[in-house]
């Protein structure tokens, strides 16, 4: 969320190596706590942080598209992993308590930065417009639409132009109602229970 904010409110290209490090923070957060990976966690995070180290200093420094594409597919993956290490420890809860089901809400939204990332870089590599009419594709809008798009409010004052952009806001639409109708919804539905046996 604190990702979601500085985007919207500091203008400028650079702010973007901001987010980047803090989805690094939260997929170390998230593997800090995964059990299946705790014995390696320390090498793959150091692995990680020298990669986003060097993503970081391109994103500074050249400003050419594809570099820019080319990290936006990295946070991409920075996020992939965070949101199955979340999702994995939310599922590995015996008991549904409120820390399950604020875990569930911070995958939810890691899902809405990570089509944000792809449709970053997805904005980078084509030559044609992201969005109808030639509406300019900056992270703002960027992820305005990925999180409208997830949460399938569709207000229409931006749409996809064209293919890929259109396939990748359906699997934006089909993975945030999916994420929030079965395993959102099922653990809110065990804590109410939970809590009415009580």
């Known amino acids: 969320m604190i990702s979601f904010l500085l985007t919207a409110?500091?203008?400028?290209e650079h702010i973007r190596v901001v987010?980047?490090?803090?989805?690094?923070?939260?997929?170390?957060?998230?593997?800090r706590s995964a059990p299946l990976v705790r014995a390696h966690s320390h090498r793959l995070l150091w692995v990680?942080?020298?990669?986003?180290?060097?993503?970081?200093?391109l994103l500074v420094v050249v400003p050419a598209r594809v570099v820019h594409g080319v990290i936006s597919l990295w946070m991409a993956g920075i996020l992939a992993l965070a949101?199955?290490?979340v999702v994995r420890r939310v599922l590995s809860h015996r008991v549904v308590t409120l820390q399950t089901i604020l875990g569930a809400l911070s995958a939810y939204l890691l899902i809405g930065l990570f089509y944000?990332?792809?449709f970053s870089a997805l904005a980078q590599f084509q030559r044609t417009a992201l969005f109808?009419?030639?509406?300019?594709?900056?992270?703002?809008?960027?992820?305005y639409f990925s999180f409208i798009t997830m949460t399938t409010v569709g207000y229409g004052d931006f749409t996809a132009a064209g293919e890929p952009g259109r396939t990748l806001a359906v699997f934006a639409a089909l993975s945030g109602q999916i994420f929030l109708v079965t395993l959102v919804a099922r653990l809110v539905s065990t804590f109410g229970a939970a809590r009415r046996e009580q």
């Open 83 to 85: 949101i199955v290490a």
């Open 116 to 118: 944000a990332a792809l």
């Open 19 to 31: 987010p980047l490090l803090l989805y690094l923070a939260a997929l170390a957060l998230a593997l």
């Open 9 to 12: 409110f500091l203008p400028g």
């Open 132 to 143: 109808a009419n030639g509406q300019p594709a900056d992270n703002n809008d960027i992820q």
């Open 48 to 57: 990680l942080v020298a990669a986003t180290a060097v993503a970081a200093v």
